[in-house]
T-cell receptor, first 115, second 117 residues
Framework: EAGVTQFPSHSVIEKGQTVTLRCDPI?????LYWYRRVMGKEIKFLLH????????ESGMPNNRFLAERTGGTYSTLKVQPAELEDSGVYFC?????????????FGEGSWLTVV | AQSVAQPEDQVNVAEGNPLTVKCTYS??????LFWYVQYPNRGLQFLLK??????LVKGSYGFEAEFNKSQTSFHLKKPSALVSDSALYFC???????????????FGKGTKLSVIP
């Protein structure tokens, strides 16, 4: 069974440009999350989808970040325009709905460098 | 608010020796606790979790963790370290409270484990 898949794995863009990250969750997982780790700091929650609905987007840093999950399958996270402080690794994760104790499985991450 | 502390930035241990990576947590209610490992330039891999039941939880690659409610700790352990265990280890917590935001995992800063041959 495929795990959480993220694309691209690495991206280098200039300040002011736009980047779109894609995440394909594990099949059958209606919960989808985005996290990020910037500059060696803690891994921080960004937002949570249940199917196509945004359940919690309290961690989104500002309106330069836009996440979508049309159709409740894959998700995209767009950063527009990118700033230097956005550099870091963006993790997507998924889990089954139901109990809060369900395991959250993470992808390999999308490593973003803004220059 | 929930929080996690990993007091050691780095842990060095000789191959074959037991290892411990420390984690303490703070939540309003009862915790769900997780350990993840990140190998260099890789994603987060799930190791084990505590939900309820036995305080000693066994996970992948021979790792185990002990939940201690009185000390609010969830230390990761392995009886005999391997060089291949060298990686970054993250402890995470989720509060059982079912209000908004309860699906968020809060992570510690991570502990770099180096196993010396």
């Amino acid at each position: 069974e495929a795990g959480v898949t993220q694309f691209p794995s690495h991206s280098v863009i200039e300040k002011g440009q736009t980047v779109t990250l894609r995440c394909d969750p594990i099949s059958g997982h209606d919960n989808l999350y985005w996290y990020r780790r910037v500059m060696g700091k803690e891994i921080k929650f960004l937002l949570h989808f249940v199917k196509e609905s945004k359940q919690d987007e309290s961690g989104m840093p500002n309106n330069r970040f836009l996440a979508e999950r049309t159709g409740g399958t894959y998700s995209t996270l767009k950063v527009q325009p990118a700033e230097l402080e956005d550099s870091g690794v963006y993790f997507c994760a998924s889990s089954q709905v139901g109990a809060l104790g369900n395991t959250i499985y993470f992808g390999e991450g999308s490593w973003l460098t803004v220059v | 608010a929930q929080s996690v502390a990993q007091p050691e930035d780095q842990v060095n241990v000789a191959e074959g020796n037991p290892l411990t990576v420390k984690c303490t947590y703070s939540v309003s209610g009862n915790p769900y606790l997780f350990w993840y490992v990140q190998y260099p330039n890789r994603g987060l891999q799930f190791l084990l979790k505590y939900i309820t039941g036995d305080n000693l939880v066994k996970g992948s690659y021979g790792f185990e963790a002990e939940f201690n409610k009185s000390q609010t700790s969830f230390h990761l352990k392995k009886p005999s370290a391997l060089v291949s265990d060298s990686a970054l280890y993250f402890c995470a917590v989720r509060d059982m409270w079912s209000g908004a935001g309860s699906y968020q995992l809060t992570f510690g800063k991570g502990t770099k484990l180096s196993v010396i041959p």
